[in-house]
């Protein structure tokens, strides 16, 4: 089983699309308006803006979550700052020999996203 797409709740899409666009580094893929949809791609899974999604909780790998706060400086309100959760010291949930970092923004639409970043011990 493949994940394919993640929703997440968006009112005003335009400010929706422009958030990700910046968290993202990329355009979006498609839109369409009506009914309200803009999609993007996560390395092959895509993530979806809708009206009508509910809120939920995405977790985005980035290079350095520090770095990540600093391009979204102005764009989205920090829930939790940068801090390291855990020492993976085998690959069963991430690389060996890596502290993952978290920090959880809000984005424009209201919704919590957390940032996760793997950086060498």
Do not use: C, K
Request: proline fraction near 6%.
């Amino acid at each position: 089983m493949d994940l394919v797409q993640i929703a997440q709740h968006a009112d005003d899409l335009e400010r929706a699309a422009d958030f990700y666009t910046v968290l993202l580094g990329s355009e979006p893929l498609a839109r369409f308006d009506p009914p309200g949809l803009v999609f993007f791609d996560l390395d092959g899974v895509r993530l979806l803006l809708d009206r009508a999604a509910p809120s939920s909780l995405v977790y985005l790998r980035v290079d350095n979550v520090h770095e990540t706060l600093e391009r979204l400086a102005g764009l989205a309100d920090v829930v939790t700052p940068p801090h390291q959760i855990f020492t993976h010291e085998n690959d069963t949930l991430g690389p060996a020999g890596h502290e993952e970092w978290q920090a959880f923004v809000r984005d424009t639409e209201g919704n919590t996203v957390g940032l996760v970043s793997f950086q060498r011990a």
